[in-house]
């Protein structure tokens, strides 16, 4: 099965009006259940060759499932995926060919060494055993992950392990990798060493990649376009410089109060309605003119003796992320 040759700018994954629904679950004996959850709900989107293509989102917004679905491992009830040329819903057993998956569970692999597995990974993919221990050694010696080359998965720390299994994704060249939050529990190090590898997957083997994260700084400056999904819908889908022109010229005003903010200062109340809240800390985004009006407000007389702090900041993904309707810890944001 030769994967078809895709032309640059062409989709290498094309997801067409995709919907999951998970079954309600009763409650048994007292208990509570839970009800049906639409995960996908009528998700389409293309990622073309050669793109660091992101996906956005709070949790629970459907991003695993999402994935989940374009890796051939969970079959949606509706829709289309197309990967290559090829329909995973029909033929999901042509996935491991087309693409490498890093999910969020923990690995088979487990109970190898962390040379093993990648080892093995490349024979399981097709690679004749010399070069299945030559690829070893050369993503081995990439990611830095020398040291600990000997040493079984299980007994490797969270952010370590991660790695490993990033390495054993590598081996076999997929023209598709996807990533879903590969970073997570690793130190800097081990993050930019993932970072550089994909880049340079991209840059020299004309890799694409699809990239599930919450990090919203990361994804700033490792994608080329970025999908927000919330509640199973894609909500918006640009580059990120797109993106941050939908909430324009606006700038973040972040103020910290040193016990509580003087909500009897008007100007300070005038605000506090447009600030979204954070114990003592107050996010607003304003336009400008407005922001400087509120700077010259809350550093002078009566506010600015309760100051502890403040920053003005020029859009960020984030901002674009909160504008859109995205959730945070507090609950959901004003948009
Ligand atoms: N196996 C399952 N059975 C029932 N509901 C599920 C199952 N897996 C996920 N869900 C629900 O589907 C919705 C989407 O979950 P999903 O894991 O895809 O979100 P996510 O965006 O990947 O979240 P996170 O960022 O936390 O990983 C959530 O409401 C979740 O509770």
Redesign the pocket.
């Known amino acids: 099965m030769g994967a078809k040759r895709v032309e640059c700018g062409e989709p290498v994954c094309a997801v067409r009006d995709l919907v999951k629904t998970?079954?309600a679950?009763r409650g048994r004996r007292g208990a509570v259940g839970?009800p049906a959850?639409?995960?996908?709900d009528g998700i389409s989107l293309d990622v073309r060759q050669g793109e660091i293509f992101g996906?956005l989102?709070?949790?629970?917004?459907?991003?695993?499932?999402?994935?989940?679905q374009l890796t051939g491992l969970l079959r949606p009830d509706s829709g289309s995926v197309t990967v290559l040329g090829h329909d995973l819903v029909r033929y999901p057993e042509r996935a491991a060919r087309l693409l490498g998956y890093l999910g969020?569970e923990s690995s088979a692999l487990d109970e190898m060494t962390v040379a093993l597995a990648v080892e093995t990974t490349g024979r399981l993919r097709g690679l004749p055993a010399r070069e299945a221990r030559a690829e070893r050694d050369a993503v081995v010696e990439e990611l830095g992950l020398g040291d600990i080359a000997g040493r079984p998965l299980k007994r490797l720390s969270g952010g370590q392990r991660r790695l490993a299994c990033f390495a054993a994704v590598l081996v076999g060249e997929r023209p598709l990798l996807v990533l879903?939050?590969p970073t997570t529990g690793m130190d800097p190090v081990a993050r930019r060493a993932v970072w550089a590898a994909v880049d340079r997957r991209r840059a020299e083997r004309g890799a694409t990649v699809l990239l599930?994260t919450?990090n919203v700084i990361e994804a700033e400056s490792v994608l080329d376009r970025v999908a927000v999904?919330d509640?199973?819908k894609v909500i918006a889908c640009d580059t990120p410089g797109g993106l941050k022109d939908l909430v324009g010229e606006e700038v973040r005003l972040e103020l910290v109060w040193r016990e509580r903010a003087p909500l009897d200062v008007p100007e300070v109340a005038a605000l506090g309605e447009a600030a979204r809240t954070s114990g003592r800390r107050w996010t607003l985004r304003l336009d400008p003119d407005r922001a400087r009006e509120a700077v010259a407000a809350v550093t002078a007389g009566p506010a600015f003796a309760a100051l502890d702090d403040f920053t003005l900041a020029t859009p960020s993904l984030e901002d674009v992320y909160l504008a859109l309707g995205g959730r945070t810890e507090e609950g959901l944001v004003k948009a």
């Open positions: 998970y079954p679950v839970a959850v639409r995960a996908s996906l989102g709070p949790n629970g917004a459907g991003k695993s499932t999402l994935v989940r969020q879903d939050e599930v919450h999904i509640r199973g």
